[in-house]
């Protein structure tokens, strides 16, 4: 059966079947090899998107700009400080304006039901760009950059380790169970996903091949994994107060070079960034100053290391979110 994803909304990836991920994908790869080759692809000429940012952002701002303005389309930023929208205007009611006036909208905030409402109202796509609770258009970037760089997906071993109850550790358990790769989460059993998230995924992942895994022994969740992938230990929107707990709590899940020598030969590192793994951020010095730390979720030398493929995965972001962008507007 074919795939068309013309007006449809990507709020989760659990929302996509296998065949509609696999189709976003080559699609991106086929846009990833126009952008290479210099060849225009000004699809969408004469569409509009809107970009609603209610946390900040550099790459997924940037490669909705970037992919809205490669297929031809005019594209509009705006935040809480230079809009109505959350203190003056609802969801519901700034959905219901931007979607007469755009073909697609953008949206990074809080909580997934606000996205899923933006939706609800908009009549026109919406693009989940972060919730706390899901990252999709990450996750499409992720599985995108680890098919280049293994060669397959099915099959893969994938460890996330870190806060397994964040936005793109959920995420990723969800991606790994609809693609068939074999998904651990390594972490302090306090920072497990939701078990009901977990039921999902497992029984996900019964259909496509794919397992999922918890644990909080280091060694067996690293132990022969093709890829170890982390994320910053605080979200944006969690209080600076959890810092604390938060780097007692996971600085045993440090991805370091002892990691990543108990990895599979080969193994490659992940992280969608931002990252702290030096002290040339703001938080990264304050972090320093307060615990004594200088590098947290990874080190700098794996951050660094050959194994790293974390830019490929930020340039992945734009070539992936141009599919999404052309699929459902199209
Ligand atoms: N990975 C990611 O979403 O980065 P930004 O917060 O910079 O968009
Ligand atoms: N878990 C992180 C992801 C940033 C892209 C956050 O929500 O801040």
């Known amino acids: 059966m074919g795939v068309n994803l013309s007006g449809k909304s990507l709020l989760k990836l659990l929302d996509f079947s296998p065949a509609e991920i696999r189709y976003l994908l080559d699609l991106a790869k086929n846009f990833k090899d126009l952008k290479r080759a210099g060849v225009p692809h000004r699809h969408l000429a004469g569409k509009n998107i809107v970009l609603l940012f209610e946390k ?58 606000l996205v899923e409402e933006l939706a609800a109202y908009a009549g026109v796509p919406v693009w989940n760009g972060l919730t706390d609770q899901f990252h999709p258009t990450q996750m499409l970037a992720d599985l995108l950059t680890i098919e280049e760089k293994l060669g397959k997906l099915k099959g893969v071993r994938f460890t996330f380790l870190g806060d397994a109850r964040n936005n793109v550790a959920n995420s990723l358990m969800v991606a790994c ?57 605080v979200s944006m929107g969690e209080p600076d107060s959890v810092w604390e707990q938060r780097i007692q709590l996971l600085s045993p899940y440090q991805v370091n070079a002892a990691a990543m020598a108990m990895a599979a030969p080969g193994a490659i590192f992940m992280h969608c960034l931002p990252s702290f793994h030096d002290l040339k951020t703001t938080i990264g010095q304050q ?27 930020a340039e992945n972001r734009m070539h992936t979110i141009k599919a999404v962008l052309y699929a459902t507007l199209k």
């Open 56 to 113: 900040t952002s550099t790459r997924t701002r940037c490669a909705f700009e970037v992919a809205g303005m490669d297929l031809g389309m005019g594209v509009t930023y705006l935040d809480p400080g230079s809009s109505q929208m959350g203190k003056k205007e609802s969801i519901p009611d700034t959905a219901r304006v931007l979607g007469r006036m755009f073909d697609g909208i953008e949206y990074r905030g809080f909580s997934q039901q």
């Open 177 to 233: 169970a609809k693609m068939g790769l074999h998904f651990t989460a390594c972490a302090p059993a306090a920072l497990f996903p939701d078990p009901q998230l977990v039921e999902t995924c497992k029984g996900i992942a019964a259909e496509t091949g794919g397992s999922i895994s918890l644990t909080s022994d280091l060694k067996a969740g690293v132990a022969g994994a093709d890829v170890l992938y982390t994320d910053i230990w």
């Open 287 to 313: 972090i320093y100053e307060k615990f004594g730390i200088s590098e947290m979720e990874v080190t700098d030398q794996v951050f660094e290391s050959p194994a790293s493929v974390v830019f490929d995965e």
